[in-house]
């Protein structure tokens, strides 16, 4: 083979596809980048460590060919038709046996569809969670792969080499079967989306209590710095000190609370349904999202029902250890309903996910690691089948220290009209989780009443059905 093929192709060198190709380049590997816009070619060669082999170009044609067999090469592109688009372009000019990984954030039914096209062509297909955002990319993610155990083999080193390392171990491993590596990342989307919602109720309960925002910086870092280590809370506590260039103010006080999305939140409780598996938390943070967007009506609102809520008289000291708690209580259960998903998901789908793979490989580089990682990591070391990581006895002791603080934040949330909607669907979530006997026999009677749905008892085995006294 002669020495002067690459060992890795990227297509797409938008920021994360040039950082992730750059960092797989600083690990001994020579890689090569196609983009039609020649202007992104040049900037991957011009961002290149010294001494390392990079080199961009604008045909894809000419890229392919430049690759070692099994040619290995990821697409970073726009989720749904424009990664069909790449893989058509690809299909004249790859062979059997070849590699194809999408590390974009496609919906892992896209993925599936893929698996099965290409498996068909004898072209091996990834789908490949990448978390980490541009620095993660630049310096070490955290990997998500699934699809072909054969393909992984190939790509295994260099995915490793690249990966964030948290103790010496890679923040990457074989996720399960067919689009595992994409459920696994929209699962962790979902996670996200939930804990900047909890994150976002912690602020507005701190500041209506009269936190400025260097108090809240403060808070903030005070609590990376304990038992709420984490990516976001580190960088919350950041953003509190931005100066805004245009004004004197504070950044994040001229920004807009209309809040964006790309969709996989939305995708993580769509999916969660057709399990199906309670995820509250995460459906309450789409929520919350789309809700911010009715801004004009909100504005409207906000004069009709103008009333003060219930003041805040516990010591300010006494808030923030009780916001602390209840932001902790809310993470675990966001976690846990998170994982839940995907242990019902490995069953149900077929896709065999090793949950404590999952868990150590979201350690590091990704946006939701988080020191209570470690803790879930040596639950599922015990007893890697735990449906819920609530059953776990290392985690109900956590929970269980931060339950009366977050039963008074909430409380006093309602009375105060603070919008807490995530905080509170995790205690209704804990509180339903937690009962051995719901209220539902209720409506299972109503359903059998109006639509003859029948019903199962507690003393008698068997399906029932009675005609009740209209």
């Not at 749904?80 to 590699?99: A, F, N, R, T, Y």
């Not at 699962?187 to 109720?201: D, K, P, R, T």
């Not at 803790?375 to 015990?382: D, G, L, P, R, S």
């Not at 603080?405 to 105060?416: C, E, K, M, Y």
Request: charged share 20%; aromatic share 8%; with cysteine.
């Amino acid at each position: 083979m002669s020495s002067n093929l690459f060992d890795f192709g990227m297509i797409g060198l938008g920021v994360m596809g040039r950082n992730l190709l750059l960092n797989t380049a600083d690990h001994g590997f020579s890689v090569i980048g196609f983009d039609k816009d020649e202007t992104k070619t040049a900037a991957l060669e011009a961002a290149a460590t010294a001494g390392t082999t990079v080199k961009g170009v604008p045909d894809l044609a000419h890229m392919v060919q430049q690759l070692q067999r099994p040619r290995k090469l990821m697409m970073l592109v726009p989720a749904g038709k424009p990664v069909d688009d790449v893989i058509e372009s690809l299909l004249p000019l790859v062979e059997k046996g070849d590699v194809i990984i999408d590390g974009g954030n496609s919906h892992y039914t896209d993925t599936l569809r893929r698996v099965k096209y290409l498996r068909d062509k004898e072209i091996h297909f990834m789908g490949v969670g990448v978390s980490g955002g541009e620095q993660g990319a630049r310096t070490g993610p955290s990997i998500m792969p699934g699809g072909d155990l054969e393909a992984y083999a190939h790509v295994k080193p260099l995915l490793e080499a690249i990966s964030a390392k948290v103790n010496g171990e890679p923040c990457v491993a074989y996720l399960g079967k067919e689009g595992a590596g994409h459920y696994v990342k929209m699962v962790h989307n979902g996670i996200e989306y939930a804990i900047m919602q909890l994150i976002s109720e912690a602020y507005t309960l701190l500041k209506h209590a009269g936190l400025n925002n260097d108090q809240l910086h403060e808070t903030f870092k005070t609590w990376n710095e304990g038992a709420l280590q984490s990516f976001l809370v580190e960088i919350t506590a950041d953003i509190f000190l931005q100066n805004d260039d245009k004004t004197s103010a504070r950044l994040l006080d001229v920004i807009s609370d209309k809040a964006g999305s790309k969709g996989t939140g939305k995708w993580t409780s769509q999916d969660s349904m057709e399990l199906p598996v309670a995820v509250p938390v995460i459906d309450s943070a789409v929520a919350m999202r789309t809700v911010s967007g009715y801004k004009d009506e909100r504005v409207k609102a906000s004069a009709i029902y103008a009333e003060a809520g219930a003041a805040i008289t516990v010591s300010t000291d006494e808030w923030i250890k009780q916001v602390h708690d209840a932001l902790y209580f809310g993470t675990i259960l966001s976690y846990a309903q998170g994982l839940a998903m995907l242990f019902q998901a490995s069953k149900e789908l077929a896709m065999d996910i090793p949950l404590p793979d999952a868990v150590s490989v979201w350690r590091g580089g990704c946006i939701i690691r988080s020191t209570l990682l470690e803790t879930f990591t040596t639950a599922y070391k015990q007893s890697p089948e735990l449906p819920n990581i609530l059953l776990d006895a290392g985690v109900a002791a956590i929970v269980k220290a931060a339950e009366g603080n977050t039963r008074a934040v909430v409380a006093q949330a309602a009375l105060s009209g603070i919008p807490a909607a995530s905080l509170m669907s995790s205690l209704a979530y804990f509180d339903a989780y937690r009962s051995e006997r719901m209220a539902t026999n209720l409506i299972q009677a109503q359903r059998d009443y109006f639509g003859a749905h029948t019903y199962q008892r507690t003393d008698i085995s068997g399906t029932f059905h009675t005609e009740w006294n209209h």
